[in-house]
């Protein structure tokens, strides 16, 4: 009978999800079918209930705040001082230029939060720059798909925030243990551009300019803003001295100062940077909220539980149980959103990551590599929605272009397991 009830909601959820209704409302409607047809509680008053609790939590505050500070700094010539203050390093590099797409995009990501934010900014002045210089597409998209999937790693991270409040775990310590594994996977991007500029001697056009140390000293000032924001966010979360909230509410106020620095604040500014974040935190909130409901009804029908006593009869051990959500995490991420995929699953699967003694720490930036990688898997890969969306190139070409950032992901997945420091030893660390 549970499985037959499962089967119904499963099917009834992609039912829904494939009309083209949006995700939260699908998540709402599926609860309310749970909660109506098979449990003997009120639907109605259980939905008012469950969305007030889950749409006035302290903790979520951090959110719509981080998505402002990112809309306002989308706005600001932050892109174009990024690639003047780069480009002059990295002239002498196997690859040159590409690895701008990289190190713009992890720059970027530490203040930002958004993969596709991160993607759209350093593409609009990456791309341009790149094909008129003579690079290759393939490896100028495949890199800036790859590297743009930083922006959920590393912090401030939307999706961080959103796992973090699912699971009821510090989304401080969450930023600050996603710091290694970004750079990580920064420096696996570069180690790919090496390898495939040595390859490939020819491909990469040769250098139009040559720079003195002292010329590219000077270059590096179009960094110091952005380097600041991410002292200033990053800085009062690891000194103990701001919580997640309150750094956000501080890299707001330090992206206004610095869109005022560089004369590109004005009231249209403010009010598109405004409004783009509302409306990007209501789709977000009504996921959470609709997400909410559907955990509730779960719990009331009793699978979560019997999902984790069934996983617990296979007597898989942490490494075959991380492989397994790990595939089945890339097989959801063909079809969800990340956020989504979070929010549905956390609920259900969170008792036997416990019950396996992994770390809700390390198992919080794990999952969020496995989300990255959905960012490049067609049918619903936002990264390369944007990139198409950009360029007009076709889907699968761009998807094919991402492999190898794809492999590379896998490898980080091997690696954070092998190596749990990598996340768990900074947060050890924090101060307060």
């Not at 991380?322 to 959801?332: N, P, S, V």
């Not at 989504?340 to 416990?354: C, E, F, G, K, N």
């Not at 699968?396 to 397991?417: E, Q």
Request: proline letters at 5%; aromatic letters at 10%; a neutral charge.
């Amino acid at each position: 009978m549970d499985v037959a009830i499962t089967l119904v909601l499963i099917l009834a959820l992609f039912a829904l999800l494939g009309s083209g209704i949006w995700i939260g409302l699908a998540l709402l409607g599926v609860g309310w079918m749970a909660m109506e047809l098979f449990t003997p509680r009120a639907a109605g008053d259980a939905m008012a209930v469950t969305i007030w609790g889950a749409s006035s939590s302290w903790t979520l505050t951090a959110l719509p705040m981080f998505l402002w500070m990112g809309e306002i700094l989308f706005r600001t010539r932050l892109s174009s001082d990024m690639f003047k203050g780069l480009a002059p390093w990295l002239e002498s590099l196997p690859g040159r230029l590409l690895h701008v797409n990289v190190i713009g995009c992890t720059i970027f990501a530490a203040v930002s939060g958004s993969s596709a934010a991160t993607c759209a900014t350093i593409g609009k002045i990456t791309l341009p720059e790149l094909a008129k210089r003579g690079y290759p597409e393939g490896i100028t998209f495949g890199t800036l798909a790859g590297a743009g999937t930083l922006g959920l790693l590393i912090p401030p991270s939307i999706i961080m925030i959103v796992y973090g409040v699912a699971a009821e775990v510090s989304i401080a310590k969450l930023f600050i243990g996603g710091v290694l594994p970004g750079l990580m996977l920064g420096l696996l991007f570069m180690g790919w551009i090496v390898v495939w500029a040595l390859l490939n001697p020819g491909a990469v056009p040769p250098a139009t300019e040559r720079y003195s140390f002292g010329q590219k000293l000077y270059a590096s000032r179009h960094l110091i803003p952005v380097v600041l924001l991410i002292a200033l966010v990053l800085g009062s979360i690891y000194v103990g001295i701001a919580t997640a909230t309150e750094a956000a509410a501080l890299g707001v106020v330090g992206s206004l100062v610095l869109a005022a620095a560089q004369g590109s604040l004005s009231w249209a500014t403010f009010r598109d940077s405004l409004m783009g974040a509302t409306r990007l935190y209501c789709m977000i909130a009504l996921i959470l909220a609709g997400s909410a409901f559907l955990t509730l009804s779960m719990g009331y029908i009793g699978l979560p539980r019997q999902l984790a006593e069934w996983i617990a009869s296979l007597g898989l051990g942490q490494f075959g149980l991380l492989f397994g959500l790990m595939i089945f995490f890339i097989i959801l991420g063909c079809f969800l959103d990340g956020i989504s995929m979070v929010v549905l699953t956390i609920a259900v699967i969170q008792p036997t990551i416990v019950a396996a003694g992994i770390d809700l720490i390390w198992f919080g930036v794990f999952l969020v590599v496995v989300v990255e990688m959905a960012q490049i898997t067609p049918p619903v890969g936002f990264n390369l929605f944007v990139l198409q969306g950009m360029t007009g190139k076709q889907l699968p070409w761009i998807a094919r272009t991402a492999l190898p950032a794809f492999a590379l992901m896998m490898g980080a997945v091997g690696l954070l397991y092998a190596f749990p420091g990598l996340v768990t030893w900074l947060p050890q660390r924090m101060v307060g």
